[in-house]
C-alpha cells in the first residue's frame, strides 16, 4: 500500500520568512496529489492540486506546490508567509491503484509568530 | 448551509455509553468516509462507504460501527465508549473519482470527549 510522508510535524516561522513543507509518498505509478489546510478550530480545506501537465502548481493564498515524480515529492511552499497562514498542511495522494481514494500525509503543524 | 454536516459539534460522554455520530451530505456524492483526528497522528480512516450496500472498514474500525442510512447519511456509533476515543471526528464525502471538485469536502467535526 502507498504511504504519505510528511517528515516535518511541527514548523514554527516569523511573519515574511519563506515556507516549504515537504510531502513524498511511496507509490511509483500514476497519482493525483493534494494540500488541505485545517485552520485552528475548522475543518480541511483544499488549498491546492495537482492531476496532470505543469508540475507547478499554484493554489489559493500565494501557496504553490512542485511535482518531482523522480523524487516522488510534492512540497508546499510561499514566498513570504502570514501570521493568518498558522494551520495544520495535510498532503494527500491518490494512486491509481487505491480504488479513488485519497491516502493523507501526518501534518504538519505551522505556526507564523507575528 | 455545510456541504457535509456533522452534529453533533462537540459532545462529551461517559465510559461505556453508547453514542452516535451524524453526518449528512447535500454534495450528492457516492462516497463518505469517517476518520479520527489525534494530535500528532494525522487523520486515519475508521470506515468508508461507496454507497448504501457498500461499507468497509478502515485502518482503526475496532471499537466503532457505522450505518448508511441513505446516500445522503453515514452516522457512526461508538458502542462502549472509552478514554481512548477522545478525539476529533471528521465526515468526508467524494466522487467516485476521488478527484471530482476538491477532491474530499470535509465536515466540521465532532470533538468527542470520553470520560
Known amino acids: 500500500a502507498q504511504s504519505v510522508s510528511q517528515h516535518n510535524h511541527h514548523v514554527i516561522l516569523s511573519e515574511a520568512a519563506s515556507l516549504e513543507l515537504g510531502c513524498n509518498y511511496s507509490?511509483?505509478?500514476?497519482?493525483?496529489l493534494f494540500w488541505y489546510v485545517q485552520y485552528p478550530g475548522q475543518h480541511l480545506q483544499l488549498l491546492l492540486k495537482y492531476f496532470s501537465g505543469d508540475p507547478l502548481v499554484k493554489g489559493i493564498k500565494g501557496f504553490e506546490a512542485e511535482f518531482i515524480k523522480s523524487k516522488f515529492s510534492f512540497n508546499l511552499r510561499k514566498p513570504s508567509v502570514q501570521w493568518s497562514d498558522t494551520a495544520e498542511y495535510f498532503c494527500?495522494?491518490?494512486?491509481?491503484?487505491?480504488?479513488?481514494?485519497?491516502?493523507f500525509g501526518g501534518g504538519t503543524r505551522l505556526m507564523v509568530k507575528p | 448551509d455545510a456541504d457535509v454536516t456533522q452534529t453533533p459539534r462537540n459532545r462529551i460522554t461517559k465510559t461505556g455509553k453508547r453514542i452516535m455520530l451524524e453526518c449528512s451530505q447535500t454534495?450528492?456524492?457516492?462516497?463518505m468516509y469517517w476518520y479520527r483526528q489525534d494530535p500528532g497522528l494525522g487523520l486515519r480512516l475508521i470506515y468508508y462507504?461507496?454507497?448504501?450496500?457498500?461499507?468497509n472498514k478502515g485502518e482503526i474500525s475496532d471499537g466503532y460501527s457505522v450505518s448508511r442510512q441513505a446516500q445522503a447519511k453515514f452516522s457512526l456509533s461508538l458502542e462502549s465508549a472509552i478514554p481512548n476515543q477522545t478525539a476529533l471526528y471528521f465526515c468526508?464525502?467524494?466522487?467516485?473519482?476521488?478527484?471530482?471538485?476538491?477532491?474530499?469536502?470535509f465536515g466540521s467535526g465532532t470533538r468527542l470527549t470520553v470520560v
Open positions: 507509490y511509483g505509478g500514476t497519482v493525483n
Open positions: 468526508a464525502t467524494s466522487d467516485r473519482t476521488g478527484t471530482g471538485g476538491d477532491g474530499y469536502t
Open positions: 462507504s461507496f454507497d448504501v450496500k457498500d461499507i
Open positions: 454534495k450528492g456524492h457516492d462516497r
Open positions: 494527500a495522494v491518490k494512486a491509481d491503484n487505491a480504488g479513488n481514494m485519497l491516502t
